[in-house]
C-alpha cells in the first residue's frame, strides 16, 4: 500500500544527490535518538569542555579517564547529584554524550565532503546550491546551539535550560524535515497531480505548524521532567485540567516554565493533532484525490495512532527510557509523514519530462 515506486521516479544523474540526502535524514534520526537516550539517562553535562578534533577520540587509558572526571567534578551536576558517581559511573553517562558528539562530526562529514564533490562536479542545480546551502548553515548552527545548551547546565543549575533544549531538538527536527524536502524535490511524479486541492494543503500546513509547536513543547516537558508528575490520562489527577496548571503567577508562565501548564499543552495539543489528521483523511475522501495522495493520508493516520498510543503509554508509565526513546522516534515518523503529504499535495509535483 504505501510502495511508491510506481507513483514516482529518479532521474539517473540526481540519484548520487538524493540518496546523498536521504542519508543526512537517517543520520540526523539516529542523532536524535542518541540525543534522548542521551538526555533520559542524564548524560548530557558529563563532557564539560568542547574541543572539534580532541574530543572525536574518547579516553584511552586509565589516565585519560582520572582527568575527564576530576574536570567533571568541578562542575555542579558531580557536587550536587552525582557526587557519589565512581570513575565507572562516570565512563556510563560519558559515553553517550561522546557518542552523540562523534555522531554531530560525522553528520558535518557527510554533509560537506559530498557538498564540495558536487559543487567540484557541477552537479547541483542553483537551486540545488541555495537549498543545500541553507542545509550546511543549518547543520553548523545545530552544532552551536548544542554546545549553547550544554554551557547553560555547567552554570549554577545542573540541568539545561529547558528553552535551549526546545531550540536544540526543534532545530535538529527542522533540519531533517527540510533535508527531506529538497530530497523529495528531486523526484518526478509518474501519475497525474495536476488537481488542486488547496483546503487540504491548506490544513496540511496548518497540521506542520502544529507539529512542530507539539515537538517543542514535547522538548519543555523532558527538560522540566514534566513527565514524572500527573501520571494518569485522559485526566491529570482526578480532573481534566487540573488545578496546578494555573499555580505560577503570572499566568501566561504556566505555559513555558509550569510542569502542570506544559504537560497540559503537550496533551491537548496531542488531540488537536490527531483530530486535523482524521478530518483531512475524511476531507480527502470526499475528493478525487489520485492513489499517491490516498496512501499519504492513510499512512499519516497510522502513524498519527500510534504515536498517541506512545505519548499515553509513555506517560502512564512515568517515562521509562525505553518507552521515551521510541516515543521520540514516532514524532520523527510523524514529521516525516506530514513533510511528505504537503509534498503530495502542493500545488505542483514535478512530472516525469518526455
Known amino acids: 500500500m504505501f510502495n511508491y515506486s510506481n507513483f514516482f521516479t529518479l532521474q539517473q544523474k540526481d540519484k548520487p544527490i538524493f540518496y546523498w540526502l536521504l542519508l543526512g535524514c537517517l543520520l540526523v534520526f539516529v542523532m536524535v535518538i542518541v540525543g534522548g537516550i542521551t538526555r533520559l539517562t542524564g548524560s548530557g553535562l558529563s563532557m564539560v569542555d568542547w574541543h572539534l578534533m580532541m574530543d572525536a577520540i574518547p579516553p584511552l ?3 585519560q579517564w582520572y582527568e575527564k572526571f576530576e574536570a567533571y567534578k568541578l562542575f555542579p551536576e558531580y557536587q550536587i547529584v552525582n557526587y557519589h558517581f565512581t570513575l565507572e559511573e562516570f565512563k556510563a553517562i560519558f559515553f553517550w554524550e561522546w557518542l552523540h558528539r562523534l555522531l554531530g562530526r560525522l553528520i558535518g562529514v557527510v554533509f560537506i565532503v559530498p557538498y564540495i564533490y ?10 540545488l546550491i541555495i537549498q543545500t546551502t541553507i542545509l550546511l ?3 553548523a548552527l545545530q552544532g552551536f546551539i548544542g554546545w549553547w545548551m550544554v554551557k547553560s547546565g555547567l552554570v549554577k ?3 539545561v535550560s529547558h528553552f535551549r533544549l526546545a531550540i536544540h531538538l526543534i532545530t535538529a527536527f527542522l533540519t531533517f524535515a527540510y533535508t527531506l524536502w529538497v530530497a523529495l524535490g528531486l523526484l518526478e511524479s509518474k501519475i497525474d497531480f495536476s488537481t ?11 497540521l506542520l505548524i502544529l507539529l512542530i509547536i507539539q ?3 514535547g522538548a519543555f516537558v523532558a527538560g522540566l521532567n514534566a513527565g514524572f508528575i500527573m501520571n494518569t490520562w485522559p485526566k491529570m489527577g482526578d480532573q481534566w485540567i487540573n488545578d496546578a496548571v494555573f499555580a505560577i503567577k503570572p499566568l501566561w508562565k504556566n505555559f513555558t516554565e509550569g510542569l502542570a501548564g506544559v504537560q497540559f499543552i503537550h496533551r491537548y495539543l496531542a488531540l488537536i493533532v490527531v483530530g486535523i489528521i482524521v478530518f483531512l483523511w475524511v476531507k480527502a475522501a470526499k475528493h478525487q484525490v489520485n492513489i499517491a495522495q490516498q496512501n499519504g493520508l492513510k499512512l499519516l ?5 500510534i504515536q498517541f498510543l506512545l505519548g499515553v503509554f509513555t506517560l502512564i508509565y512515568a517515562v521509562p527510557l525505553w518507552l521515551g526513546v521510541v516515543h521520540q522516534v514516532g514524532a520523527f515518523f510523524l514529521l516525516a509523514a506530514t513533510v511528505f503529504c504537503v509534498f503530495l499535495f502542493k500545488e505542483k509535483v514535478r512530472g516525469v519530462r518526455q
Do not use: A
Not at 558536487?118 to 537551486?127: A, H
Not at 493516520?301 to 495512532?305: E, K, N, Q, R, T
Open 61 to 63: 587509558n586509565e589516565e
Open 118 to 127: 558536487f559543487l567540484f562536479k557541477k552537479k547541483l542545480s542553483k537551486k
Open 137 to 139: 548553515g543549518m547543520g
Open 157 to 159: 543549575d545542573p540541568d
Open 196 to 206: 488542486k486541492f488547496t483546503s487540504i494543503t491548506k490544513w496540511l500546513k496548518v
Open 215 to 217: 515537538i517543542i513543547y
Open 301 to 305: 493516520l497510522l502513524i498519527v495512532f
